[in-house]
């Protein structure tokens, strides 16, 4: 049962983590930011969040990095008030780059139907 407590923690992190960003975070910077996965380590040490954006510049990434930067303080507290573990993880935000791959795919093969 222990070799699954990190990815159930990971879930309780998701759905704690999506909370607070809609609730108590008040920074406009953040505001269009969808966490995709949450990945823990197997000491519980540290949290891995991968978000993804609706934009695809890249001051927009910087702009919600720092967002996110600044507000993880708030994040952390208020994630260590909500778990029910002995050790808040430490957060590492990061940016999803599955979804501009899946649209790469998608218009490779709009262009091959194409010819």
């Known amino acids: 049962m222990a070799q699954y407590r990190d990815r159930r923690v990971a879930q309780e992190i998701h759905r704690e983590l999506t909370d607070i960003l809609r609730k108590n975070v008040k920074d406009p910077r ?17 949290a891995t969040i991968y ?31 909500r778990l029910t573990i002995y050790k808040t993880p430490e957060l590492i935000f990061k940016r999803d780059s ?17 010819e």
């Open 30 to 46: 953040v505001a269009d930011l969808n966490i995709t996965d949450v990945q823990v380590t197997g000491d519980l040490q540290q």
């Open 51 to 81: 978000y993804s954006l609706l934009s695809d510049l890249a001051s927009d990434d910087q702009r919600v990095q720092a967002g996110l930067k600044k507000a993880s303080g708030i994040i952390r507290k208020e994630l260590g008030s």
């Open 98 to 114: 599955s979804v501009a791959y899946g649209e790469k795919i998608d218009d490779l093969l709009r262009n091959l139907n194409k």
